[in-house]
């Protein structure tokens, strides 16, 4: 079993900045593939970005590419989300999520991933 923690959430005006860490337990992340997706009120959940196990290969959502930049620091079995240029939209709870797939295709899919932390929840304010 993987336990994974999330953190950094908090209210941020738009604009501004966030880092949100991941940290696990019970397994390495370094021989899974890991993504960020987030939920809104009412919303289904969806998928911001992914980095695969296989080579480091990272995959982001047309809505935060450019702005948010996922990595991995396998020597802290931790990964992170920089979210810059943060806007009204990106607000929502974030949950990060290991699995096993390696393509972009089942990355981007939630009912891929095994693993799920509580969430954290990011607020910006316009």
């Known amino acids: 079993q993987m336990q994974l923690v999330e953190s950094g959430g908090r209210l941020v005006q738009a604009g501004g900045s966030l880092r949100l860490s991941c940290v696990a337990s019970?397994?390495?992340?370094?021989?899974?593939?890991m993504g960020w997706f987030y939920q809104a009120p009412g919303k289904a959940r969806e998928f911001v970005a992914a980095i695969s196990s296989i080579g480091g290969s990272t995959y982001y959502a047309d809505s935060v590419k450019g702005r948010f930049t996922i990595s991995r620091d396998n020597t802290k079995n931790t990964l992170y989300l920089q979210m810059n240029s943060l806007k009204s939209e990106d607000t929502a709870v974030y949950y990060c999520?290991?699995?096993?797939?390696?393509?972009?295709?089942?990355?981007?899919?939630?009912?891929?991933?095994?693993?799920w932390g509580r969430g954290t929840q990011v607020t910006v304010s316009s």
């Open positions: 019970g397994r390495a992340i370094s021989t899974y593939s």
């Open positions: 999520a290991a699995g096993v797939e390696v393509t972009r295709e089942a990355l981007e899919a939630a009912n891929q991933y095994r693993y």
